[in-house]
């Protein structure tokens, strides 16, 4: 059973490294932990009508914080840099 795209492709990572990437083709997601490569590639294709060249996928791991007393963790999440046919982008901010 294929997944919905929108399960798929949680949110975008707007961040001075990405934006930077973008410049080149490559854009950053957070997509859902159990997604592979040729989920995010189609979801994305689905989403936004555009061509992926490549996919690389990275787990984010957890990094310890404290507030105050409290000990305890910030949250595992898997990150995706999609990588466009030339001549496609992806407008992610509404002008």
Known sequence: ?????REVIIRPIITEHSYDMMEHNV????VAKDANKIEVRQAIEAIFGVK??????LNVKSKPKRVRYQLGRTRTWKKAM???KDGDTIELFAS
Do not use: G, I, R, S
């Open 1 to 5: 059973m294929q997944k919905d795209p």
């Open 27 to 30: 854009y950053t997601f957070e």
């Open 52 to 57: 992926v060249e490549k996919v690389n996928t």
């Open 82 to 84: 999609v990588t466009l």
